[in-house]
């Protein structure tokens, strides 16, 4: 029995099938992979795990409960962060406050009313937050405005914002896209080290098999909407439906 | 140099206000006011011809300004909003130290800034105000309204209107949802079910409204054959402008020819409905050809039109004539009683009988410091010669027959209170 | 913060810069009811700051809840008495009540719905208030306080206008110093207090975590859901507390002048707050309350000038010339005020895109030359130190 | 039953008022994405093109009659329009009773001059602005234009008769089989719908089936792009403009008989216009037509005394109170399309 | 700012001054966010037909480059040249510069919000001159085809991206810049797109190929460019810089 347990989910958009019959169980402290083709769904499953979707039929449970129903930031209060494939950011605030914001989320819940304790007075966040920011290298640029930052910085800081929850389920939707390569690395390591330090589920997907191949306990392949294979990165590897529907030539 | 009471005016001038809308829909009527005020001022001081100090019955003043003192004006714009007019006057008593104000386009800033002068102890002749309640329900005493009330509108068309129309007609409402609408209709409503009219319906039109043709249409419908459009300014141009574009004029109901009655006229307005007001029966407070027409009664009327159409080019309105008047019955008043303490005022306006100021002879009651005096009905023209004539004068409906006790229903529940000589 | 308590204390001196026999003593703003206005008006502003400069909703309705409030006031001062604390407390009470419903059902749109929404709530209540609510509201006389009502709190001897425990609100000690004459009133020192204490209060807001929330909302409300934030009560409190600030005015101004009107709540009454905002700086503290300012001040001073005025400035002239210049600047003042106002609109919007506030923080930068700074990040730091 | 066709009939002569306003406001607020808040000045400047044709027409010499006297007793003067004295009195006559159906064919360039002018010098520079920029500075502009109005025609109404030919009314209702005066309809209201109908029209043609409508809505989600794909979208944007400016122009000159114009009609007409334009939904041009005629009707069945007797004070608020319906149970308007100004 | 060291033996601008006449040449490029200077004194030049890869780190000033030369809004070219086939970019606007023949696929896609997959790519063709048809876009992509009436912005990634650069192609083009086209899509698409870049290279194409990727970057160049803080520290061949490894590490880190 998995930390999350996809049963039969099924999503339609007008005439087109964008998943079909989805069954997934991640198990609790590994780090799951979803690959596939361009348009196979990838998205789309993540976004009815968060509530952005609700899928036609089926089921999404996590940690025993039932995610369907529940409003994004109450899904997000029982522990599941997600890095968005194009960066989702506060472009008007600064590094910083953005790295807070999800640090208040934690410990405070969906809602509170401290309207009168200054920011900087809550030291245990702000602690927080710069080793945070310390740990994904951005600490320099902590005031600046996230909306002119590089493309790469700001996945990087949406990737901090995400950890700094310390989420029981972590879901990366191509999480290094644009980054560069030595800050793909970086990445591969902080997310390894995470994995070895933390009590934490991941769900990663990627077109970077590198990435994928570093990280994947399991993967998953999905194609037009319904899982091809799932297996350990070794066997998916060379799995001759996966080359043609997805690898190609690529070496891996 | 006399104390006691708030601005009492020191060294050798004297401060008046003039609180008219400048801005807005009745910003025109408001510039004609000003223009009067501005004018008054002049005589006050002995310049220009004199206007209707000559012809006033109580020449106490001598164009000498008041008391000796020069007579100088402030200016403000009440936007026709109460909290900009009470705004601006407070300006006025505060910063400028204004020992009276005048002014006024509508009821609601009227009694507004009545109420606000009773309370810092200066001296309020209302302007244009035609709502029962300035004098009625509102009445205060350091207030005082020279201008005529909707009552006196009513009881003053209602033997012109048997006299025209006869005693067997339905009448059909419109009425601008607020006070002075609402007492308006309550007053025609009462005069002409006495002539033994029928009222058939009565509905009430948003303020805002721009247009009125869902109100309209319905009416021919209805089985009315008179229309009392209770509305005033923009909202009677564009009631008036859209029953006559539903035909209404040309109409015929219950075999007889249906008609429009509009209690209160403005000249302004009626320039802004145009043709449409040809032969629309309404009344008046004053029209410039009183004294001409109806003759020495009226005197007053001439030599003001003469010394405003000398300096403006164009004749008066009963806006103007108001306010003209007001500011010479309060000079006048203080010259009388010697001082400008507001009680002093109070005392030699209450009771003052008067004439020579156009209206024939007047009185300001003393119980609730409205002035009694003749009403002019008049019809809207059906070939004016030139845009500022618009209305012939129907008939003089005599002081008398607009007089009612102080204590009538319509008016009650106002106490007029101790006049308050502020500081 | 300090420079604001020292701007409002020292009103009364700072705005009668002309002795009053002067031709310039025309500008002086430095009398009671000017003064009053501008604080109570400040006060509206900042609290309409909390919710548009933080969360970005704009809000066209919150006429409503200064008009809601100055009708709780002269309620309180019909029914108990003239001492300002019931009608203060009241009106506060009244609005914040008002603006929760209204928030709560305004605020499931967001954008220019929203805006409409608020709009819609506003206009219908100024349409009832005009007319068929007259038996509580006065209709388009206004609410005011009569002499048969019953005033239960009201001892013998207390004052019969508004009053804080028998000192009343229209007090004033007139301070002469050679040809300046100044006015202290009592009534403009409470709104004065009132408005340090509501500017401290919103300082504490904007610096808080829950302000930074508020501007979380505004840059990206999916993303504060999606970080297990719910954005509806963050908004909703600011919604609640803009519209008690509001309700505070509106009760200020009926304990100053204790009469209500119905157009209080017009649209553009509301428009008018917007417009405070804008063109003093949304989003920084101090910018509302002076763009309050200036617009109570044009309305206020230059509407009054007139043509006589005009020739006894320019008296000194000779009299063409005397002519000329009050044919140019008689379009401009007095009547035609509302142009000067429309002018300076424009101007201001256009040559100082961040407001009034941004001007001052020109300047002030002219003189520091600190030309460096990159714009981003100058912004930035322009909004953490806004005080 | 007549009673209800009068009520459908009026309320649609109201709703192309409101609906032709709402058009030109679309055009800016909801395809350019300004919340102009001078569309009410545009729409009372064309009716003071009306005014000023009008003025134009009858200027007049003066000739001084001595056998008469004005109020103050000098001879008196008369004034007779250069029109008439240029092509004889008949036609001159003709040619101002036809005023107001003139002034179109003069509004036309003067409000595609004002909407460039405008859209060149000002709005152009405050596209990429905040939507509260927009606000102060178009408030702004219509206040002065509102005054230089009122500076040359002043604060009164000014009446400007339709052609003798379409004043008064005709007996619709007879035309349909009811009793003589049930539904009796004044002709130019009838002239205006017609009008309405055929701008409406005219302007859907033109967005429908031209790519200019694409491409300036693709303009106002993403200019940058738009101007990568080779296009001059600062063209386009200015052209919509005056487009725009002309609607609400002729929407002004054809109400002037309606009701007399004066300066501040706009201001009257602007915050409905607004409420009409996002009831609609924001960017949905059938959307604001749609609603322009929805709120007309139901405002009109409003104000009927059985509704008011019903619900005292229905027609104060049945404008407001229909939107927030509208609102509340469809999020964006009725046709309203996704993401155009919900932030 | 403190420059970057050129590393000894290398004249960051040897290639440009070699290989005259340029087609495009960036001559001097400084261009500015604001207060902000991004772009600092940029010089390079690309010839006709070949496909330049422009690298660096997060950060560099790659994007900042191309949209320089795409002549957008921001970052505000404030001093130097820009020429492109004779013709003064830097004195165009965006739409003259595409007009011109200038391309740019932006890094985040920019698909039009409110337009189907077939009017996304309707509009590129709205304004002379036009390149592939439709129809040859949707052979290149068969699932833009299956999308046709889908809006734009509810595509997947990949998808996207596809659409991005096949909106590109519907214009008659002379120079195509690639702001990492790469990026999100599956590795038999990345391999669809090089084989496609080699055809649009055979047609005679110039393309400035911006790639995080840079071994799969470089492995299709003919040169390199590599930026580093807004400043060009390499420009050579690209087969040099795939070989040279303390090169790589010193720039790419790789
Ligand atoms: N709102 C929507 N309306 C219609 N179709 C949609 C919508 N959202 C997604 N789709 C379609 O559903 C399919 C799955 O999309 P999804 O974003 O999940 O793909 P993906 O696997 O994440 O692909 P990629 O790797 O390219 O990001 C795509 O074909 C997409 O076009
Ligand atoms: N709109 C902006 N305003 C201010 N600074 C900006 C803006 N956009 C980018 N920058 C800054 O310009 C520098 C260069 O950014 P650019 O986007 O060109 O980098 P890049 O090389 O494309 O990086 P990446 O690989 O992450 O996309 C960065 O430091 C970034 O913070
Ligand atoms: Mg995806
Ligand atoms: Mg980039």
Redesign the pocket.
Known sequence: MGILEVKNVNKR??G?Q??GDVNLSVAENTCHAII????????????CLIGK?IPDTGSVMFDGQSVLGRKPHEINQMGISRVF?TPEIFGDLTVFENVMIPCFAKRDGAFRMHAIESVAAETDIVDQAESMLAEVNMLEKRDIVASSLSRGDKRRLEMAMCLSQTPKLLLL??PTAGMARADTNNTIELLKQIKARRDITMCI?E?DMHVVFSLADRITV?AQ?TPLVEDTPDKIKGHPKVREAYLGEAEV | QEQGFTNAPTGGTVTLGFNVPQTGPYADEGADELRAFELAVEHLNGEGDGGMLSTFSSQALEGSGILGKRVEYVTGDTQTKSDAARASARSMIEKDGVIMISGGSSSGVAVAVQGLCQEAGIIFMAGLTHSNDTTGKDRKANGFRHFFNAYQSAAAMGPVLESLYGNDRKAYHLTADYTWGWTTQESMQAATEALGWETVNNVLTPLASTDFSSYIAPVLQSGADVLFLNHYGGNMVNSLTNAVQFGLKEAQANGKDFQIVVPLYSELMARGAGQNIAGIPGSQNWDWKLENQLGEKYKGTNDFVQAFGEKYGFPPSQAAHTCYVQTLLYADAVQRAGSFNPCAVVEALEGFEFDGLGNGPTLYRAEDHQCFKDVVVVRGKENPENEFDLVEIVEVTPTEAVTYPHDHPMFAGGELGECNPGA | MGIVLFLTLAAPFILNPFPATSGMAQFNAGYPDLMQRFVIFGIFAIGFNILFGLTGYLSFGHAAFLGVGSYSAVWMFKLLGYNIVPGLVLSVIVAGLFSLVIGYISLRRSGIYFSILTLAFAQMSFALAYSVLTPITNGETGLQVYTSDPQYLQSADAPSIPHLFGLEMRATETLRLGGWSFDLNFGYYVCAVVMVLAFYLAIRIFRSPFGMMLRAVKSNQQRMNYTGLNSRPYTLAAFVISGMYAGLAGGLMASMDPLAGAERMQWTASGEVVLMTILGGAGTLIGPVLGAGLIKYFENIFSKINDGVLHQWFAFMPDGIEDLLVGIVHPFVGKGWHLTLGLLFMLVVIFLPGGLVEGGQRIASVFRRDRKAGGAEARAAAKRNVE | MDAIFLQILNGLDKGSAYALIALGLTLIFGTLGVVNFAHGALFMIGAFCAVTLSRLLSLSFTTIDETRTDFLGNPMKVETPYAEWLFGPEFGAAIIDWTVPLSILFAIPVMLVVGLVMERGLIKHFYKRPHADQILVTFGLAIVLQEVIKYFYGANPIPTPAPELFRGSFDFGALLGFEANAVIYPIWRAVYFIFSLTVIAAVFGFLQFTTFGMVVRAGMADRETVGLLGIDIDKRFTIMFGIAAAVAGLAGVMYTPINPPNYHMGMDFLVLSFVVVVVGGMGSLPGAVLAGFLLGILESFASTAWAINLVPGINQIIIYLVAIVVLLTRPRGLMGRKGVMEE | MNKPIVPEGFDPNANHAATAPAFLSVWNVEAYYGESYIVQNISFNVHEGEILALLGRNGAGKTSTLRTIARLDTPALKHGEIWLDHKPLHEMRSHEAAAAGIALVPEDRRIIPGLTVEENLQLAQIAPPRGWSIDRIYDLFP?LGE?RK??GV????????MLSIGRALCRDIKVLLLDEPYE???PVIVQEIAKTLNIIRDQGITTILVEQNAIAALKLADRAVILDTGSVVYDGSAQEVLENEALRAEYLAI
């Not at chain 5, 509810?154 to 991206?161: D, I, P």
Request: glycine share 20%; charged share 20%; net charge negative.
């Open positions: 958009f007008g087109l964008a998943l596939g083709p361009n348009g196979a769904g990838k998205s789309t499953l993540l976004n979707l494939q939707d191509e997907i077109h999905l909407g | 699932r999308r889908q809006e509810t595509l997947s990634g990949g998808e996207q991206q999100g899509l599956a």
